[in-house]
Structure formats: C-alpha cells, structure tokens
C-alpha cells in the first residue's frame, strides 16, 4: 500500500510551517494536502513555509497545491516559502520551473529569516 501523506503545523516568529512526511501524490494524499493549506489561508495565515525534507514524492496533484496557496497567499498580501526539498523533490520543481517563483531554501532558519519582521509582528 501507498504511504500517505503526513501532514504537521507549528508556529515559530508568526511564520506557519507545514512539516510534510510521505508522498504528496494524486488522491486523498494531495486531497488532504490541498484542504490543509486551504483551511489555513481560510483563517488568515498568510505566511507559511512548507518543509519538504521528507517528502518523498510529489507529482502534478501536489504542485497544483502548492500553486493554488502561492497564488492566493500572494493575492492577500502574504508569501509561501519552500524548505528542505529532497532531491526528488527538488526535481520536479525544476522540472516545473518553480523553483525560480516560490522562494526555496536549504534550512529552515534562512527561510524563516527571509520573511523578516513583518512575520514577526503579525505573529504578536
């Protein structure tokens, strides 16, 4: 069977960060993925960096998440960023040519350092 998609939020400095485990592949897994990220941008978050060190796979269903929150994050007045994507992941964002539009890092201090104050405040 399919391994899921684990999906874990945390707060830090007034950034949002969705800790993603498994496959972020078509189906329920992405399903899933989708109404998380929906339900945050719904309730107000507007900054929220997507760690994807354990992502093991994703395909076009979980870009399309991805790029479904950027976009509405953006039209709102916030930002997503993308940390720690496995080379598989890595991969299919360059492959999809994201990896010059959603700002992408190697460790999540830089990428939490990268949303500056204006996080920092919204989270107070």
Same mark, same amino acid.
């Given at each position: ?62 870009? %399309? ?45 830089? %990428? ?13």
């Amino acid at each position: 069977m399919a391994m899921g998609l684990e999906i874990s939020k945390r707060v830090v400095n007034g950034v949002t960060i969705v800790d993603l485990q498994g496959r972020a592949t078509i189906g329920a897994n992405t399903d899933k993925l989708d109404h998380a990220l929906r339900k945050l941008v719904a309730g107000g978050t507007l900054n929220i960096l997507m760690n994807l060190a354990q992502v093991t796979m994703m395909d076009s269903s979980g870009i %399309a998440a991805i790029v479904g929150t950027y976009v509405s994050l953006a039209r709102d007045g916030g930002s997503l960023k993308l940390s720690r994507p496995s080379s598989r992941v890595r991969e299919v964002l360059r492959v999809m040519r994201l990896l010059n539009s959603i700002p992408t890092f190697e460790n999540e201090d830089e %990428a939490l350092n990268s949303f500056g104050a204006t996080a920092q405040s919204a989270g107070s």
